[in-house]
């Protein structure tokens, strides 16, 4: 292997490293979050025993369906093209919501069995 073929290595390896630090980073919320739902359902269990049972359960539950969608990559795209189709009407109607409801009290609709806009269904069939 010749110097240059070296420094790829090296650098390739550092790449790895940093999605891999990356990647926790960016998941230490969701183990969070998990934890709090395990606590929200009733077990009654140390913080430090729920992050890792929501690690544990979900990281082999993502690993399933990835491995499941292995031969499947056109799937997963048209999973992420629905997913983008729907994201951004979504965001304008949510913060065209926001704009016209500010400075109102909006707290009593959700327990408001008579409040049924059908308007936020109008506006997103018509965004997408």
């Known amino acids: 292997m010749d110097g240059g073929q070296a420094r790829r290595a090296a650098v390739a390896d550092l790449v790895l490293v ?3 630090i990356g990647s926790i980073s960016a998941n230490a919320i969701n ?3 998990g934890s709090m739902s395990f606590l929200a359902m009733g077990f009654q269990m140390s913080m430090k025993m ?4 929501a690690a544990v359960i979900f990281g082999l539950l993502g690993g399933v369906v990835a491995w499941w969608g292995l031969d499947n990559v056109h799937a997963f795209e048209n999973f992420l093209l629905v997913i983008a189709y729907w994201v951004g009407p979504w965001l304008g109607v949510f913060f065209m919501d926001q704009f016209l409801r500010r400075r109102h009290d909006v ?3 959700l327990f408001d069995t008579r409040h049924n806009p059908g ?3 109008i506006a997103m069939i018509v965004a997408i």
């Open 31 to 33: 183990l969070y979050s």
């Open 18 to 20: 940093a999605i891999v």
């Open 119 to 121: 308007s936020g269904f």
């Open 107 to 109: 707290n009593g609709f």
């Open 50 to 53: 729920r992050r890792a049972l």
